[in-house]
């Protein structure tokens, strides 16, 4: 971190500094749990976004007792109460992240208690 000299407002009584530092802003971690929008449904499973975090969630790790249905428009995973499709708040936890120089990617899970949709 480096700050330099600061200099005083005029009239105010606070002083202005100019700092360089660095940060990590996003940085997603196996097993952390977050909450994600489904941008698209297909029959392997589903992807969703969370923030600049892009992540897919395969067909075998989505309960057992949600089937896929190519029919519907659009296409979703539903059981007899719940339904994932484009648009679903959906709560995944990170099974694994792979980072690209411009883009971050993430394996995730629905299939333990407290994970799935949120309604």
């Known amino acids: 971190m ?36 489904v941008n698209t449904v297909n029959k392997i499973g589903f992807f969703a976004s969370a923030g600049p975090l892009n992540i897919f969630v395969s067909h075998s790790l989505i309960p057992a007792d949600m089937e896929f249905d190519p029919h519907s ?20 936890k990170i099974s694994g992240t792979r980072i690209d120089a411009t883009e971050i990617y993430a394996i995730g899970t629905i299939k333990e208690d407290y994970l799935g949709v949120i309604e």
Request: glycine content about 8%.
């Open 73 to 92: 428009n659009p296409p979703s995973f539903h059981s007899e109460d719940i339904k994932i499709e484009k648009g679903t708040l959906v709560r995944v």
């Open 2 to 37: 480096d700050i330099k000299m600061g200099k005083i407002i005029p009239g105010l009584g606070s002083a202005e500094f100019e700092v360089q530092y660095s940060a990590i802003l996003f940085k997603p971690f196996r097993n952390e749990v977050m909450d994600a929008v």
